[in-house]
Antibody
Framework: QMQLVQSGAEVKKPGASVKVSCKAPEYISTTNFMHWVRQAPGQGLEWMGIINPSNGDTSYAQKFQGRVTVTRDTSTRTFYMELSSLISEDTAVYYC?????????????????WGRGTLVIVSS | QSALTQPPSASGSPGQAVTISCTGIRSDVGGYTYVSWYQQHPGKAPKLILYEASKRPSGVPDRFSGSKSGSTASLTVSGLRAEDEADYYCSSSVGLYNYVFGTGTKVTVL
């Protein structure tokens, strides 16, 4: 079953940063836009940002502006989401998710392929 | 950007239909066709079940249908089955550069 492969769980102290990775296997195209979404325990989905895999252009939810950085490494087919100045409320499962839209046709804003999620726990 | 508004819960007996609403504003649901719906079972990643308000990805049963009118989108699950018990989230693009999810609805099959 096609799936994006995410890095393992992390435990961080308040004030630290975390960097989560998301690798697209060879059989998955890397011409699709990629999103990052998080879900706090028992809570709903929260969109964080999106990256154009071709030129690295990003757009972030206002809530995370200045604290989140999404990047990609085209040579390794890997996407990254780094969140800084962590607080306890950042404890969540972080997902990468592929947009059905490509760099050729533009964003479709529907997410058809997801990673399994990476649990990030922020605790002193 | 505020989350789209969904009812917290909905329920129905097997074989019945349940409809979930998703209310936004002109700058999101009301302004674009990019409304999607996701199904999420406990401990699992979300799954896309509808896009562009009413289109089904390959493999999604036609028991799932959607519509949009003004700033409100709706998801209907017909012929409810036990496996439909899950959380459902709507979503919408917000302009060209942002995205927002709904608050989520827990569907219970009685």
């Amino acid at each position: 079953q096609m799936q994006l492969v995410q890095s393992g769980a992390e435990v961080k102290k308040p004030g630290a940063s975390v960097k989560v990775s998301c690798k697209a296997p060879e059989y998955i195209s890397t011409t699709n836009f990629m999103h990052w979404v998080r879900q706090a325990p028992g809570q709903g989905l929260e969109w964080m940002g999106i990256i154009n895999p071709s030129n690295g252009d990003t757009s972030y939810a206002q809530k995370f502006q200045g604290r989140v950085t999404v990047t990609r490494d085209t040579s390794t087919r890997t996407f990254y989401m780094e969140l800084s100045s962590l607080i306890s409320e950042d404890t969540a499962v972080y997902y990468c998710a592929r947009d059905t839209g490509t760099i050729y046709a533009g964003k479709d804003w529907s997410l058809d392929l997801w990673g399994r999620g990476t649990l990030v726990i922020v605790s002193s | 950007q505020s989350a789209l508004t969904q009812p917290p819960s909905a329920s129905g007996s097997p074989g019945q239909a349940v409809t979930i609403s998703c209310t936004g504003i002109r700058s999101d649901v009301g302004g674009y066709t990019y409304v999607s719906w996701y199904q999420q079972h406990p401990g699992k990643a979300p799954k896309l079940i509808l896009y562009e308000a009413s289109k089904r990805p390959s493999g999604v049963p036609d028991r799932f249908s959607g519509s949009k009118s003004g700033s409100t989108a709706s998801l209907t699950v017909s012929g409810l089955r036990a496996e439909d018990e899950a959380d459902y989230y709507c979503s919408s693009s917000v302009g060209l550069y942002n995205y927002v999810f709904g608050t989520g609805t827990k569907v219970t099959v009685l």
